[in-house]
């Protein structure tokens, strides 16, 4: 008899819209993953370092910085040595958080955060036409400020063609690259990619955005002269790089 009427019970169900499973719908995964990593990241650093909570305004920036921080505690983890630095932290919502989890993880690695602090420079390359100069203008007393409790956080303030030649000395395990123009992403990746660790990772935070094109073509062309680095980009929009271990 149960043999028998399991077809009907399945057909019931079927009609009900009930499958006995979670769903596995893409907005339902997403949402377990971001339970799932939920203490990654905390909208209380945003507060305490006195910033508006960007999630609110960008939802997609909460993914974002998940990917990040994910990122920086795999390196930790695996015992890759090496610095950590942010092109391009404006006013620091993901640095302040790429900063308390390196408190929480123990590590004290220097931390260095590149920006001009006056804004994007000019271009007039079709794929930046979304930007104009000056735009991502932050304060850079303000942002020195803020980062003023972390012993390992250093703030560079000037465009990365002139401030990145006095930073040789730095190897890195983690880079974090969120510069949106062409020549701004140019510039870093002359500089970064052969600073970059076996093992260490560089992510591009909005290589999939429309309004980023520069930012994709420059990283395009730099990977693809590369055969150091095993790739591949995420639906959040950004794209990882990852440096072979010899």
Not at 100 to 111: N, V
Not at 119 to 132: L, N, Q, V
Not at 182 to 200: E, H
Not at 201 to 207: A, H, K, N, R, S
Request: hydrophobic letters at 40%.
């Amino acid at each position: 008899m149960k043999a028998m009427l399991r077809p009907v019970v399945r057909r019931v169900k079927g009609m009900a819209g009930w499958s006995g499973r979670p769903s596995t719908t893409p907005q339902a995964v997403c949402e377990r993953w971001r339970a799932l990593s939920s203490g990654l990241v905390s909208a209380q650093h945003f507060t305490r370092a006195g910033l508006d909570n960007i999630w609110e305004r960008y939802p997609g920036k909460l993914d974002r910085q998940i990917i990040v921080i994910q990122a920086l505690r795999n390196v930790v983890a695996a015992g890759v040595r090496g610095a950590i630095a942010e092109f391009g932290c404006y006013m620091g919502h993901t640095a302040i958080q790429i900063a308390h989890a390196l408190e929480t993880l123990g590590d004290d690695s220097r931390f260095v955060l590149f920006d001009s602090f006056q804004g994007m420079p000019a271009s007039d390359r079709a794929e930046d036409e979304y930007w104009s100069e000056g735009a991502m203008t932050a304060d850079h007393d303000e942002v020195k400020q803020r980062f003023a409790d972390f012993a390992n956080v250093e703030v560079v303030a000037g465009f990365f063609r002139d401030t990145l030649p006095g930073h040789d000395d730095l190897s890195l395990k983690l880079a974090h690259v969120d510069c949106d123009l062409y020549s701004s992403v140019r510039d870093v990746n002359d500089w970064l990619l052969d600073r970059v660790v076996p093992g260490g990772v560089i992510v591009y935070d909005d290589y999939g955005f429309e309004s980023c094109h520069g930012l994709m073509k420059a990283v395009d062309e730099d990977m693809a002269r590369r055969r150091d680095y095993f790739t591949y980009t995420l639906p959040t929009g950004q794209y990882l790089a990852t440096r072979f271990r010899s």
